[in-house]
């Protein structure tokens, strides 16, 4: 009979521990998943090894550059090439290119972009920084509401005559 009555004292116990631990685990607070992306830009080759240093005005540049998306969700993004060279006035920017691509989570894609610095008017020598920045779209509207997410990318050139 005592061992009746300890039986059902241990099962009680045990049964009071079980629910005091699932009510623990129950209110400790969700942690969501923290997304980013991932974003670099590669030579002709697709290679960080192969970029073009020494190029002419004329010259075909070929450039790719590698998104992947980190976040919970899909994102529509549009990345944006922009040539500048300095000069005494400063630095002056032409923005020369977009694309906008969509990519589901953990879905990543490496986009080509190809031009020639005198296609935009660029025909001096000297050293121009080749700018590429990653934006969002919002979803604020129906049109796309793009957003900077704070990442850029640069590459030098040195035009010879």
């Given amino acids: 009979m005592a061992d009746a009555k300890l039986e059902k004292w241990l099962v009680a116990c045990l049964m009071i521990l079980v629910l005091c631990i699932t009510s623990a685990v129950g209110a400790m607070p969700v942690r969501t ?53 300095q000069d005494a006035e400063g630095e002056k920017l032409a923005l020369v290119e977009e694309s906008e691509l969509d990519l589901r989570s953990g879905e990543s894609r490496t986009v080509m972009f190809t031009f020639s610095l005198s296609q935009f008017g660029f025909h001096e020598a000297g050293s121009y920084r080749v700018i590429f920045e990653l934006h969002r779209d919002t979803h604020i509207s129906s049109a796309p509401s793009w957003q900077s997410t704070g990442l850029w990318l640069q590459v030098w050139l040195n035009v010879i005559e």
Avoid at 36 to 52: N, T
Avoid at 59 to 74: D, G, H, I, K, T
């Fill in 33 to 85: 998943e923290e997304g980013f992306f991932e974003f670099a830009v590669l030579g002709p080759d697709v290679s960080a090894s192969s970029y073009p240093y020494n190029v002419t005005v004329t010259q075909s540049v070929q450039l790719w550059v590698f998104v992947a998306n980190r976040m919970p969700e899909a994102e529509h993004l549009m990345i944006t090439m922009k040539i500048g060279i």
